[in-house]
C-alpha cells in the first residue's frame, strides 16, 4: 500500500489585496557600487521593496529548493488571489488566477515566473474593503481535492484496494492579517470549506475527501510596525484540520523564516562547507577562503546522528539588532571541511547514499563559482572538522547528468570486512568479557509470539511483562568479568538465578539461605576466591580482603531487588545476619592478620640477616617466642568459640617462661651455632622435659635423693653428701 504524506500537496495562497501594496522600509541602497562621485551629483536615494515583492521572492525560493530536493513527485500549487470592484456585488466580481496546476510539467520556477510577471503587482489605489483571501483559502482547499498523476496511478494499480490511498495537503498562506480574531475566522473558513469538499468528494469519481490537511499562516508586517498577531505552535483544530500561526517582518527575516518552514516540511538539513579556496575578483594573484551552505535530505547526516559525532554552527550573523529570534530564524547546520581536491571522477569511492542538493543564496558568487566547478566534472571530498588526530573524509560532492549529488562516504568499518574482534569495541582494549554468561541472558529472556490480549493478574500484556523481566534481570549484571566476583563462583548460582525473580516462594528463600550459609562456611575455612588479579602487583588482596569484597558485592545484588516482595527482604536480612561476626571471630581475624604481618616481616629480616651474617641468635629467639605465644592464645579462643571447630591434638609444650635463653656470646655468631641452638630449640618443644633436668643444678641431678633424705643427708651444691 502506498502512502502519501502531507508533503505530497502543498498549495500556496499569496494574498494580492492593496495593503501589500505597502513598503517593507527594508532600504536597499543603489549607489553602493559607485567608487567616486562628481561634484554637483545627487546620490541615488535607497530603495525599498513591497510586502507582495518579499512575499513572492520567498515563496519562489521555497519552491526552487522542493524542486532542487525533489525533482519528481513532490507538487507545489501556487495561487494568487486578486478582488475586482464590480456594481452590487461584494465577492461574486472577484477573480482567482491560477498559476500552475499538478501535472509534472508545470512544476517548475520558470512556469511560476511566467506566470507571476503576467499577474503584476497589487494596486494600491484599489478599495481594501472589497478584498479579502478567503477567496484564495477556498480555491486551495478546492485543488487539494483534485487527484494528481500519482495519486491516480496507485489508485488504478491497487484496483480493489484503491480507497486506501491517502489524500493529505499543505497550505501555505502569505498575508497581512489584522488581528487574531481574523486569523480565527480564516481557519474556520478553511474547515468549513474541506467539510464542504469532503461531501462532494465522496460522490466524484475525479475527487479525493482530504484526510489531512495542515495550515501554515504566515502574517507578513512591515519593519518598525507592531505586530498585532501572536505566533501560535501546530493546533490540532479537528481530525482533519490542524493549524500554525507565524507572525514575521518583512525583508531578511520572511526569507529566513521560509527556508527553516521548507526544512521542517521536507525532511531537510544544512551543511556548510568551509574553508573554499577561491580567488579575489580584483587581486587575481590572491584567494581568500569562503563558506558556501547547503540544503539536502536529513538522511544525508544520519551516520553523525548514530555516531554522535555532529558539529553545528549557529547562524548568528542573520540575528540583527533590535530583532528577536522568531524573526531572525535561526537554525542549525553541519559544519564540514573543503578538502583539496586530489582525485577525478573517474576513482570510484564507497558511498552509502547519495542526495540532491540546493544552495541556501543561489545568487552568492561562492555558490555560483562552487556549482559551475562541481558541474565542469570535478568531485569535491569534504572532511570533518577535528582538532586533533587524523582527518576523516565523511563526504564528497559530485555532479551526475546536469545535477550535483552529496555522496556519504563510509568511514566506518564496512560491512564486506570480516567482523570486527571485541576488542576494537566501545570498551577499547577490554578483552574480559562475559560473553558465555551473555549468551545465557540472552535465552533466558527470548520473546516469543503471544496474543496481546491474554493478561496477568496485574493487568500487564506481554510485552509489559517482556520489559519487566528485562529490566529484573539488567538491574546488576556486571559486563566484565574483572568486575565481578560472585557471578564467578559456582556456589552463588542459585542465589543469583532466584533472586532476579519477581516472586519468591518459600523453598527459594530456604535455597538463598543455604546458599549464604555454604559462603559462611567457606569463608571459615578461608577457601580461595576467584579474584581477579588483572593490572594489580603482587599476590593481589588477602583472604579476609576478598571475602569483604565478595561479601559487598552479594549484598549489593540483593539490595537491587529487595522492594520487589517481602520474601527478598528475609534473604538480605539473611545476609547481614551472617555478615555481624561475634566478638571472639573479629579478634581471631583481627590476630590472624597481625600474625601474617609479623611472619611477612620476620621472612623479610630473615633474608636481610643471611645477606649480612650479623643478627644475633637472641632477637630471633625472641620474634620466635612471641610467635608461638600468639599461637597459643588464638587456640584458646578457638577453642572457647561456639562456631569453631575443635582444634587438633598436639603434644604438650613447654611454657616459654621455663625456658631460659642462651648466654649472649660475644662477637659474630657462626651459621652452625645459629642453625643449632634452634633445632635444638624446637626439638625441645615437641616432648615432655625429663623432671631431674628440670630441677638439676649446673645440667646435673642427683639420683636418689629420697634415699639420702630418708637417712638425713644434706646435699651440698657439688653433690657431696655430709651429716
Not at 525599498?48 to 518579499?54: I, P
Request: charged fraction near 30%; glycine fraction near 4%; hydrophobic fraction near 30%.
Amino acid at each position: 500500500m502506498r502512502i502519501f504524506s502531507v508533503s505530497h500537496k502543498t498549495a500556496f495562497v499569496v494574498d494580492h489585496c492593496p495593503y501589500m501594496a505597502e513598503p517593507s522600509r527594508q532600504l536597499i541602497e543603489c549607489d553602493m557600487l559607485t567608487k567616486s562621485r562628481s561634484q554637483g551629483v545627487i546620490p541615488l536615494a535607497p530603495v525599498s521593496k513591497c510586502l507582495w515583492t518579499c512575499a513572492i521572492e520567498c515563496s519562489m525560493e521555497y519552491c526552487r529548493i522542493v524542486y532542487d530536493v525533489y525533482p519528481t513527485k513532490k507538487l507545489v500549487s501556487v495561487w494568487k488571489l486578486e478582488l475586482f470592484i464590480a456594481v452590487n456585488y461584494i465577492v461574486s466580481d472577484s477573480e482567482v488566477h491560477i498559476l500552475n496546476s499538478w501535472k509534472q510539467e508545470d512544476q517548475n520556477t520558470q512556469q511560476l515566473m511566467t506566470a507571476l510577471a503576467a499577474v503584476g503587482p497589487p494596486n494600491p489605489r484599489q478599495d481594501p474593503e472589497c478584498c479579502s483571501v478567503l477567496h484564495g483559502l477556498v480555491a486551495a482547499v478546492e485543488s487539494l481535492c483534485k487527484i494528481t498523476e500519482y495519486q491516480h496511478e496507485s489508485r488504478t494499480t491497487l484496483m480493489d484496494t484503491a480507497d486506501k490511498v491517502a489524500n493529505r495537503g499543505r497550505i501555505i498562506c502569505l498575508t497581512n492579517a489584522k488581528s487574531d480574531t481574523h486569523v480565527r475566522m480564516l481557519e474556520d473558513c478553511v474547515l468549513e470549506t474541506i467539510q464542504e469538499q469532503n461531501k462532494r468528494a465522496a460522490g466524484s469519481d475525479r475527487l479525493m475527501p482530504i484526510q489531512q490537511c495542515e495550515l501554515v499562516l504566515v502574517h507578513i508586517y512591515p519593519q518598525g510596525d507592531e505586530t498585532l498577531v501572536s505566533d501560535r505552535q501546530k493546533k490540532e483544530l479537528s481530525s482533519v484540520l490542524s493549524s500554525e500561526v507565524h507572525s514575521v517582518r518583512a525583508g531578511r527575516y520572511l526569507a529566513c523564516k521560509l527556508n527553516v518552514l521548507v526544512q521542517q516540511h521536507f525532511d531537510l538539513a544544512s551543511t556548510t562547507i568551509t574553508n573554499i579556496p577561491m580567488k579575489e575578483e580584483q587581486h587575481a594573484n590572491t584567494s581568500a577562503n569562503y563558506d558556501v551552505e547547503l540544503l539536502h535530505h536529513r538522511d544525508a547526516h544520519m551516520e553523525f546522528i548514530k555516531s554522535g559525532d555532529i558539529w553545528t554552527l549557529d547562524h548568528s550573523d542573520l540575528h540583527m539588532a533590535g530583532s528577536t529570534s522568531r524573526d531572525s530564524g535561526l537554525k542549525e547546520t553541519v559544519t564540514l571541511k573543503w578538502c583539496t581536491p586530489r582525485t577525478n571522477s573517474v576513482e570510484l569511492h564507497y558511498c552509502t547514499g547519495a542526495y540532491r542538493i540546493s544552495p541556501v543564496d543561489v545568487n552568492s558568487r561562492p555558490s555560483s563559482c562552487l556549482t559551475n566547478f562541481l558541474l565542469n566534472g570535478r568531485s569535491v571530498l569534504l572532511e570533518q572538522p577535528r582538532k586533533s588526530g587524523s582527518k576523516v573524509i565523511s563526504h564528497m560532492l559530485s555532479s551526475h547528468g546536469g545535477e550535483i549529488f552529496l555522496h556519504v562516504l563510509n568511514s566506518t568499518r564496512s560491512t564486506l570486512e570480516d567482523p570486527p574482534s571485541i576488542s576494537e569495541g566501545c570498551g577499547g582494549r577490554v578483552t574480559d568479557y562475559r560473553i558465555t554468561d551473555f549468551g545465557e541472558f540472552m535465552r533466558e529472556n527470548r520473546l516469543t509470539p503471544f496474543p496481546e490480549s491474554m493478561v496477568d493478574a496485574a493487568c500487564r500484556t506481554p510485552v509489559e511483562r517482556a520489559k519487566s523481566q528485562l529490566e529484573r534481570h539488567t538491574r546488576y549484571w556486571p559486563m566484565i568479568i574483572s568486575q565481578t566476583t560472585i557471578f564467578n563462583m559456582q556456589a552463588v548460582v542459585p542465589l543469583a538465578n532466584l533472586i532476579v525473580k519477581d516472586t519468591l516462594t518459600d523453598e527459594d528463600v530456604l535455597t538463598c539461605q543455604k546458599t549464604v550459609y555454604n559462603l559462611v562456611d567457606m569463608e571459615r575455612k578461608s577457601d580461595p576466591l576467584p579474584i581477579s588479579t588483572v593490572g594489580s602487583r603482587g599476590k593481589g588482596p588477602k583472604r579476609d580482603e576478598q571475602y569483604r569484597i565478595m561479601w559487598n558485592e552479594l549484598e549489593t545484588l540483593v539490595k537491587a531487588h529487595v522492594g520487589t516482595s517481602e520474601r527478598h527482604q528475609r534473604v538480605l536480612d539473611c545476609i547481614s545476619a551472617c555478615r555481624s561476626k561475634p566478638p571472639e571471630e573479629e579478634e581471631r581475624k583481627k590476630r590472624g592478620r597481625k600474625r601474617e604481618d609479623k611472619e611477612d616481616k620476620t621472612e623479610k629480616n630473615g633474608k636481610d640477616t643471611e645477606e649480612k651474617g650479623w643478627t644475633t641468635d637472641s632477637e630471633r629467639l625472641k620474634g620466635v617466642m612471641e610467635r608461638e605465644k600468639d599461637e597459643q592464645s588464638e587456640c584458646e579462643i578457638i577453642k572457647d568459640s561456639p562456631d569453631s571447630p575443635e582444634p587438633l591434638n598436639k603434644k604438650p609444650r613447654l611454657d616459654t617462661e621455663e625456658q631460659q635463653p642462651p648466654e649472649k656470646s660475644k662477637g659474630p655468631v657462626s651459621l652452625l651455632t645459629l642453625w643449632t641452638n634452634r633445632i635444638t630449640q624446637a626439638n625441645s618443644r615437641k616432648h615432655q622435659e625429663f623432671a631431674g633436668r628440670l630441677s638439676s643444678v649446673n645440667n646435673k641431678a642427683e639420683l636418689y635423693q629420697h634415699l639420702k633424705e630418708e637417712n638425713g643427708m644434706d646435699v651440698h651444691e657439688n653433690g657431696k653428701a655430709t651429716r
